[in-house]
């Protein structure tokens, strides 16, 4: 299993939750990472598909430009109105032609995604579930655009800020190099005060 970009250490941002039709968010992008494994609400165990890989989703941090409707952040159990500025995760799961599937044709028909780039997410309407024992579907549209000028110039900073937090975080796919046994040694018989 790999992981591609854990949350950098401490980082507490609430994540975003659409309620009803017609609630959005726009924000500008700051990291997107496509390999976040769900886990199931009940037991916090990590979904998995019947061939026993895990199910993913991808995650969107960014920096809040708007919201429209009853759309609100969930951080700790807790509802956090969302305002423009506030750091936030997108999660967008449904498989490829689900709400990711919608997720990614809009990555593509942006030709990619930039730092700064603006993202609309919209919860745009429901479908009855194939199995009346579950709950309707709920379809969201994804819009990805390139920053306007003065979009970029106000958003950089804090998007570079969020990516950075990432980067410097070690990862599984890319650990620190081991130390030596005599760099080992060395560091540890000296002084630390």
Known sequence: MQISSPEPAGAR??????????????????????????????????????DGNPVTQTRIVGIVHAVEGSAVGRMGGEEVALEPGMEVAIFVSGGKQGNQGRYKDAERDAGGVELADIFRYRFDRTEPASNPRYN?????T????????????????????????????????????????????EHFSEDPF
């Open 136 to 140: 309707d579907r709920k379809i969201h």
């Open 13 to 50: 941002r609430p994540y975003v939750k659409l309620n009803e039709v017609g609630d959005s968010v726009v924000i500008s992008i700051g990291h997107v990472d496509r390999s976040i494994e769900e886990r199931d609400y009940e037991t916090n165990e990590v979904k998995r598909w019947d």
């Open 142 to 185: 994804s819009d990805i655009r390139r920053a306007k000028p003065e979009e970029k110039q106000k958003y950089t900073d804090a998007c570079e800020e969020i990516w950075n937090g990432f980067q410097n975080t070690p990862t599984v796919s890319s650990p620190e190099p081991a130390m030596s046994a005599a760099a080992v040694a």
